[in-house]
């Protein structure tokens, strides 16, 4: 990226600023860091800083060169992913409890009004970060948090919904860098000896390569719905979903072996028969709590070809009361058949590995003639290969970056689905979240309805076992908005999930997409393995070194780490 050398000359003033942070360690600290990684430690400011000609309270030298890049790139995810201060997610560049950052206008990034007369701050970005390039930078890292009081920050892709890979006054670890990927037919755990066809990646590849990467080899790796999603990250650790999940299991189900530094500095191998505890609290326990993963391996299936419905009706009311009303209505009987995708209220993408395609017709056929009857659209069609799917289908309808966006999920029990009174709650829920709240409803079909699930083995909540699908909506809000605007929003989300609460309360949520303001995320996010969960995390990390929001073990939301997050009451 052009935008990297410019970081270079803004290292005075973060410098100022690392010396006004809680806990930050010294300039001279920070030096004498920077000299021991060889060049791997690297000032960092927000993604946009190059339109701005004040920065941090400093005037600087606009770029016009590196802003327009910027705002080329601004709403792509793989450009956002090659830069270490970028989410994709961009609200949390900023620091929402007091308004300061640095954003463009997403529905226009060459909006001057975004920077003209503005002073981009550093928001939540942390002001360095380091390069991961093996266990010793971690380890390293470990190190000088324990002796300066310095907060650390764990960052991939960028895909956390919830802010965690963000911290004003941290350092960050970015692991984006480690791309290495490799495949197996024989691969067996460290002290195991059972051999599967899997194949080993770094915690900075991503799905586009890694789908690619399994393809030339004639296997099917079960992975996220976007193309840079790092899939040692978050992703698996947090639970793991996919359209492919209803028959091959959750990411958590897969995952063989993770290569780990934990907090105490050791670089562990973690799998069923080293460190297995460890490696149960990594299958579903959530990322940048245990430590840093550098690598995981995950079982791939055979090459295998998918049928695919891609349905659609015209946008009104009384078409997404329709359909949203016949799709509810038929989708227990696709989680038995083994349907995974995306559902809205006026369109589906659904797959499926296991039925035929005259089946899969046969199947989808209410659905079908509807929207055939009501000027829509119906392709239902046989596709060679996952990678086929993803190349024709996903890159298109992948979520929207570069845009502030709020999630709220929850996971829809299936025995809410085998009588009309239990899908009449789940349809009058969405008809509010469309009406009342103007949020469009999002199903996915995720959970792992068919997988052959051995209980105990993973620590996600239990609730993922007995869901038929997840439900929720997002919804988007302007680069200027107002702290008192973003914390009217985030109370909305937080009533409409309390209205899936009621009719699923003994349900749960996904970690990575559930309410930020989940008040008993403890439960929603874990049930009975919390405190499980927690012992192991008091074992790895018995400072703290590691915190972040809603992660086990967490300090709760006074801490001054927190701080950027707001206080809605």
Known sequence: ????????????????????????????????????????????????????????????????????????GYTKPDFRFTAASARMNPQWETCMSTSEGCLLDSLNPNNSAAWAGRDC???????????VNDPRDVQKAFEFAKKTGTYLSIKASGHDYKGRSSMPGSLSLWTAKLRSMSYSKTFTPEGGNKAYAAVTIGAGAITEDIYKFADEN????????????????????????????????????????????????????????????????????????????????????????????????????????????????????????????????????????????????????TITDFALANNGTSVVEDLPSWQAFFQKYVLSAQAVVGQPIILGTRLMPTELLKNDSGKNQVLNFIYTA?????????????????????????????????????????VKYPWNSTVSDIKRIYREVTERVQLSRVIAPNSGAYTNEGDLYEPDHEKAFWGDNYPKLLKIKKKYDPEGLLDCWHCVGSRGPTDPRFSCYLTLL
């Open 1 to 72: 990226m052009k935008i990297v050398p410019l970081l270079l000359g803004f290292s005075a003033v973060l410098g100022t600023c690392l010396q006004t942070v809680y806990g930050a360690a010294s300039p001279q600290e920070w030096k004498r860091l920077g000299e021991s990684l060889q060049g791997r430690l690297h000032p960092a400011i927000p993604l946009s800083a190059p339109c701005f000609s004040v920065v941090n309270g400093r005037n600087v030298q606009r770029s016009e060169s590196a802003c327009r890049e910027v705002q080329q």
């Open 121 to 131: 701050k550093q928001g939540s970005v942390p002001p360095y970060f380091i390069e």
């Open 218 to 365: 004639n296997v099917t790796f079960i992975g996220g719905y976007a193309q840079t999603i790092s899939a040692s990250g978050g992703w698996v650790q947090g639970g793991g979903h996919s359209v492919l999940s209803p028959v091959y299991g959750l990411g958590v189900d897969r995952v063989l072996q993770f290569k780990i530094v934990t907090p105490d500095g050791e670089y562990r191998t973690a799998n069923q028969f080293k460190n297995q505890d460890l490696y149960w609290a990594l299958r579903g326990g959530g990322g940048g709590t245990f430590g840093v993963v550098l690598e995981s391996t995950m079982s791939v299936e055979p090459a295998m070809s998918i049928r695919v419905a891609s349905i659609s009706v015209p946008s009104n009311t009384e078409n997404a009361q329709r359909f949203l009303s016949l799709t509810i209505n038929e989708t227990y009987k696709w989680n038995q058949e083994g349907w995974g995708g995306h559902m809205t209220s006026v369109s589906l993408i659904n797959v499926n590995p296991r039925l035929t395609l005259k089946e899969a017709r046969e199947s989808v056929k």
């Open 434 to 474: 469309l009406t009342k709240y103007r949020t469009e409803p999002y199903i996915i079909l995720g959970a792992p309805t068919l997988y052959n699930y051995t209980e105990g083995t993973t620590s996600v909540t239990p609730a993922w076992r007995t869901a038929s699908f997840q439900l929720g909506g997002s």
